[in-house]
């Protein structure tokens, strides 16, 4: 199978910088359950790293990595420069970046314990005046086959799920973290018509809850939806109500779980446009996820093929690992 360079992802949502510390410790020995309204807590980490992040360009990245043609759609700050250098050196069209006069690339500041939980902040600064990029220009210009409606200032996500609909663009929704920010109303106007619906098991369940849909209501507004389910892989169904469930591959340590979603995203949509099956893209995306978790930094790991191959083989068995590592970059 070739891979087709010639195809290229418009995918919108957060530019960030990530400020990433560990707490030796677990969150929950510290909450005192008969006192969780007046919590007060402060946590002495013993790490602390700066790296590139935000959703959209975390799935960018690695689209580049996977050899794709991926053009990052979002808003940043003038403290951009060096982040676009990398991004492009590493195969992100940065062309669909707005930079901003006045605010800050947005910043995400994350503490991780112990057992993986996370407590975590997101300061948005740049990133609201996503709301006034319009996507049909973008599309037109890199012949964009696909639209990624990545966690992103929320007015910007209604306005690019908007456009997708009306423009008939084949576009892929992915509210995740933006679940907790946006009302039922607005998941609603996010996820009706998505030919890709992304989310992990527990943004499943909140989104059935915002939008009083069941599942069957959801399969009738979209066309596959991809559920994440951290260390027991992942879930696919199909439009034609296939039901695919895809073991995640074993990681070899874990190093930090941010991004790693957003590393699966990436290799599922590097393997459906690449003509993969919903399984073979569900165990790309379970491929790149595990590099993800065994760095610190979301853009952090890199693709080595005979590594590859062989974990895909103890992953998946031989005949998937040679279709998979067929469809990488050399």
Sequence with gaps: MIWRRSVSV?????????????????????????????VSL????????????GAAANIAFALGMLGRDPVLVGAAGEDFADYRSWLERNGVDCGGVHLSEYAHTARFVCTTDQDFNQIASFYAGAMSEARNIELAPIVAARSAELV?????DPKAMLRHADECRQLGFQ???????????????????????????????????????????????VMRRVGTRVTTLGADGAEVVGRDGERVRVAAVPELGKADPTGVGDGFRAGFLAGVESGLSLERSAQLGSLIAVHVLEVTGTQEWTLNLQRCHKRLTNAYGVAAADELVAVLPD
């Design 42 to 53: 402060s946590f002495l980490v013993d790490d602390l790293v700066v790296r590139r992040g």
């Design 171 to 217: 576009w892929a929704s992915d509210p995740s973290q933006q679940l907790a920010r946006l009302d039922g109303e607005q998941v609603r106007r996010v996820v009706e018509g998505a030919d890709y619906l992304f989310t992990n098991h527990y943004e499943w369940g909140l989104l059935l809850q915002k939008t009083g849909w069941t599942e069957d209501d």
């Design 148 to 152: 990624l409606i990545s966690p992103n």
């Design 10 to 38: 418009a995918v919108t949502g957060s530019i960030a910088t990530d400020h990433l510390m560990h707490f030796p410790g677990r969150f929950a020995d510290q909450l005192v359950a008969d006192d969780l309204k007046r």
